[in-house]
T-cell receptor, first 118, second 111 residues
């Protein structure tokens, strides 16, 4: 149980285009989903926290107009990188908390999406 | 604010040797602590977690970690390293709001 999927697993796009990444909780309902970015040989950096039906909360330094997050249902959150540039190339990982799992604060992670902007 | 510090960005051990990866935390409330492993181009796999039950936590693949409040530590150990243990390991601390990761430790296992 507690499986999170991401789609696509990798994407290559041209500079200036927009890319949408989906994050789904497959067997549980997620009240909160998180988006992380990981540059090569670095740790995961939290970009934003999204709660179903409300606006996402972005970390300091993350442009909310560039990284659009939508959490329209308890099983789906999307991250859209708008007007992507080569510096946005990174590994994007989402995670989710199980609404019914209690208070152990565990997050379940997706497999990640590798974005390469040419 | 909560945080974790991983001491040693790179640890190298011989196959069969003890693995010790260090993690110290800072938290104003009783912490929830986690160890994750990441293989290249993959997501995170949970090794184990501490949620204020037993201080010695056993995880998957023979790993375990001991929560020591007096030392604010949660070090990860494995008695005997396997080649398949070579990966990146992350310590993390979580509260009701979010999860924060350490910088990671790359474990290399020499034959």
């Amino acid at each position: 149980g507690a499986v999170v999927s991401q789609h696509p697993s990798w994407v290559i796009c041209k500079s200036g285009t927009s890319v949408k990444i989906e994050c789904r909780s497959l067997d549980f309902q997620a009240t909160t989903m998180f988006w992380y970015r990981q540059f090569p040989k670095q740790s995961l950096m939290l970009m934003a926290t999204s709660n179903e039906g409300s606006k996402a909360t972005y970390e300091q330094g993350v442009e909310k107009d560039k990284f659009l997050i939508n959490h329209a249902s308890l099983t789906l959150s999307t991250l859209t990188v708008t007007s992507a540039h080569p510096e946005d190339s990174s590994f994007y990982i989402c995670s989710a908390r199980d609404r019914d799992r209690g208070l152990d604060n565990e997050q379940f992670f997706g497999p990640g999406t590798r974005l390469t902007v040419l | 604010a909560q945080s974790v510090t991983q001491l040693g960005s790179h640890v190298s051990v011989s196959e069969g040797a003890l693995v010790l990866l260090r993690c110290n935390y800072s938290s104003s409330v009783p912490p929830y602590l986690f160890w994750y492993v990441q293989y290249p181009n993959q997501g995170l796999q949970l090794l184990l977690k501490y949620t204020s039950a037993a201080t010695l936590v056993k995880g998957i693949n023979g790993f375990e970690a001991e929560f020591k409040k007096s030392e604010t530590s949660f070090h990860l150990t494995k008695p005997s390293a396997h080649m398949s243990d070579a990966a990146e390991y992350f310590c993390a601390v979580s509260d009701q709001y979010d999860m924060r990761f350490g910088a990671g430790t790359r474990l290399t296992v020499k034959p």
